[in-house]
């Protein structure tokens, strides 16, 4: 079957580090999605994994370890507009397209 | 503003009642998306058109019929509708060249069905 796995809140204080964790099984595996979502708006893009290792673009990284099924995007010097959903999303095989499974989201609140 | 617009925004409708859901890319894809959120549940991909062929279709309900006259534009029609059918629909491209595929989202319909 398909599963992804992510926390369903989490809380942080302003300028800290938050990791956001991600388990997958799933049947086939073509690359791993993050994307972010504020409340009553479209998700955004933020990273794509598809070889193990850290991906670092600006305050944000993302991390995968294909062997352990498991990914984890890192946010650093958190910023109160950071407050939002965070969707992990595996891509399955096949190409042309994308044929993406998401996670339920993680709901991320961050406090002065 | 991402490049990919939707309308309307908010819809109303009864069980009995026939609207159409609309989707615009201004980005150049070849592959459009249709998405259902509902509250504290993942985004369930529902139907995916590349190069205007539907090449997915996620054991929708045939009460949901879509249609992709061109690359540019993905229509949802939407007849004979249930209570749990009201969710927020969300529609995406993407190329279907490269290696990522980043999909851009637009800003979705948000549909109650009454």
């Known amino acids: 079957g398909q599963n992804i796995d992510q926390p369903t809140e989490m809380t942080a204080t302003e300028g800290a580090i938050v990791q956001i964790n991600c388990t997958y099984q799933?049947?086939?595996?073509?690359?791993l999605f993050w994307y972010q979502q504020h409340a009553g708006e479209a998700p955004t893009f933020l990273s794509y994994?598809?070889?193990?290792g850290l991906e670092e673009k600006g305050r944000f990284s993302s991390f995968l370890s294909r062997s352990k099924g498991y990914s984890y995007l890192l946010l650093k010097e958190l910023q109160m507009k950071d407050s939002a959903s965070y969707l992990c999303?595996?891509?399955?095989?096949?190409?042309?397209?994308?044929?993406?499974?998401f996670g339920a989201g993680t709901r991320l609140a961050v406090h002065p | 503003e991402t490049g990919v617009t939707q309308t309307p925004r908010h819809l109303v409708m009864g069980m009995t009642n026939k609207k159409s859901l609309k989707c615009e890319q201004h980005l150049g894809h070849n592959a459009m998306y249709w998405y259902k959120q509902s509250a504290k549940k993942p985004l369930e991909l529902m139907f995916v058109y590349s190069l205007e062929e539907r090449v997915e279709n996620n054991s929708v309900p045939s009460r949901f019929s879509p249609e992709c006259p061109n690359s540019s534009h993905l229509f949802l029609h939407l007849h004979t509708l249930q209570p749990e059918d009201s969710a927020l629909y969300l529609c995406?491209?993407?190329?279907?060249?490269?290696?990522?595929?980043?999909?851009?989202f637009g800003p979705g319909t948000r549909l109650t069905v009454t």
């Open positions: 995406a491209s993407s190329t279907t060249s490269g290696a990522v595929y980043e999909q851009y």
């Open positions: 994994n598809v070889l193990d």
């Open positions: 799933t049947s086939g595996f073509n690359g």
């Open positions: 999303a595996v891509r399955g095989p096949g190409g042309g397209y994308n044929k993406l499974i």
